[in-house]
């Protein structure tokens, strides 16, 4: 058997080491993206081209010390990730390996100390009895005490027939053969490729909306559950802290954060707040329902590329069990660099920019996996992938950042004036867009809020408005524009300030509501008609702009985050001042 395996996946050498890129041959019995083991300290590669005898590896630490001759092992299988208990709450690195022992095998020439695989015991409650026929999806068990989200043990992918075996209720280790189906053993962890999405029975078109607590997205960009959006922004302009205001207010059950590139100090303020904020669903802490996958700017840069699909396959994890799960990758620009800088070392003719010719179906094969489901076991789930874009310089024609708006149905830009005029989210009216908002504005008006789709349409109307008079007042003034017109540049202004503005710092205003982001853009709306009222009886619209407009545009701050009916006190308040006017 010994001889058998060693011709099958015989023991190669080392030809070449270039940064990340490892060139060896004599590997026999490989395949495209097989782990292979580089080196007497055997570090983690996955083999990502094969010519002739020669095999191109991918190392996913640092590789100092490599060198031509050493042995090249391979290990038979793809790069995977372990998905079981100890999820949530957990920090990893891009392939999915804890944090806590990162201080040991993230340094050169590290060989004690790399992450220990035990982990303690989870108490298993089984679901399904000996005899029963089920198939992949069906339900065999549950884990608890893994955190406010209930685990599920599933029939894996592939296995149908009886119940052969099913482990007591109690406590077992993570890597216990807890069922038996069809003589098929079933652990409490599974593993799974990451670069495979995990089958599911069918994609769904939901028009079930993400409600975000942001009113500048759920107003005028909303997204449907297991949709993707794209947030391409400048530096300076509040990608990260929206990103974050989203992973901890947003609806899903489960966040999976990945940090793909970014400083490692903005991941330490992301896991310092997500440590310390109290989960409004549950009560407990938020991080205890979201997996942060850190792989920052200073770590092996090859493992940023994997981290996206760690992530990814992470959150089908969760979905199949039914659950709602959003992935943020912040940025995959920074993912897109180490797919160049990989390229460039293997002498791939490059594209544009020096990107890999390949980067669009790359990027769209990461959103692909976004998407509302039937799960292999009946259950309905989904995952939502929200992406940062960073371009250089702000081009918003760079490659990254139009090929990925080709792929999403979400586009929140992040524009620069906005960011510096100190107005947070700096969510760009003019340049975003949302493609779920029609299917959407179906479902809200055919559930909670019949005028949600004219109340979006009116809002964007006035604003559209604003932005195309702006240029007239630059150009000729206020003063040289008609009365109505002067009413909707006002009307601009009170729905910027008012509504669409929003503090990540407040903690009346963090976080609002359906009710209250309604109640704001109506009573806005209201003081703009009622402007127009006023203008049409005759009222200047130099004495219109004069009125003290603080009762509406201090709401937002003066109601808590689901408080409608200060609003809409302070609306009437409003009203009643602009009715002094007739007088």
Known sequence: MGTLTQTRYGTGRILRVAGPLVEAEGVGGTAMYDLVALGERELPGEIVAIRDA?????????????????????????????????????????????????????????????????????????????????????????????????????????????????????????????????????????????????????????????????????????????????????????????????????????????????????????????????????????????????????????????????????AEYFRDMGLDVVVIADSTSRWAEALREFSSRTGALPAEEGYPAGLASAIAAFYERAGAVTTLGGRTGSVTVIGAVSPPGGDMAEPVTSHTQRFVRCLWTLDRDLAYARHYPAVSWAESFSRDAEALGAHRAATDDPDWPARRARVSGLLAEADRLADLVDLLGIAALPDQERISVLGGRLVREGVLQQSALSERDAYSGTEKTAALAEAVLAVVDRCRELAGQGVPAARIEEVDFSPVLRAREEAGPHDAETVGALRAAMLARLGELTT
């Open 54 to 314: 020669v095999v191109t590896v991918q190392a996913y630490e640092y590789t100092g010390g490599l060198a031509p001759g050493m042995p090249v092992r391979p290990l038979g299988r793809p790069l995977s990730a372990t998905l079981g208990p100890g999820l949530l709450g957990g920090i990893f690195d891009g392939l999915l390996r804890p944090l806590s022992a990162a201080g040991a095998w993230l340094e050169p020439e590290a060989v004690e100390g790399r992450p220990d695989t035990d982990r303690p015991t989870w108490p298993f409650m089984p679901r399904a009895a000996e005899g029963d026929d089920v198939r992949p999806g069906d339900l065999l068990g549950e884990i608890g005490g893994a955190g406010p989200v209930a685990l599920k043990v599933l029939v894996p992918p592939g296995c149908a027939g009886p119940v052969e075996a099913i482990a007591a209720a109690g406590r077992h280790p993570e890597d216990t053969v807890v069922a038996t189906v069809a003589g098929t053993p079933v652990r409490m962890t599974t593993h799974w490729p990451i670069r495979i999405p995990r089958p599911v029975r069918e994609r769904l078109d939901t028009g079930r909306p993400l409600r975000t607590g942001q009113r500048a997205i759920d107003l005028l960009f909303p997204v449907a559950l297991g949709s993707t959006v794209a947030v391409p922004g400048g530096f300076g302009t509040g990608k990260t802290v929206l990103l974050q205001q989203i992973a901890k207010w947003c609806d899903a059950d489960v966040i999976v954060y990945v940090g793909c590139g970014e400083r490692g100090n903005e991941m330490a303020d992301v896991i310092d707040e997500f440590t310390a904020l109290t989960d409004p669903r549950t009560g407990g802490r938020l991080a205890d329902r979201t997996v942060i996958v850190a792989n920052t700017s200073n770590m092996p840069m090859m493992a940023r590329e994997a981290s996206i699909y760690t992530g990814v396959t992470v």
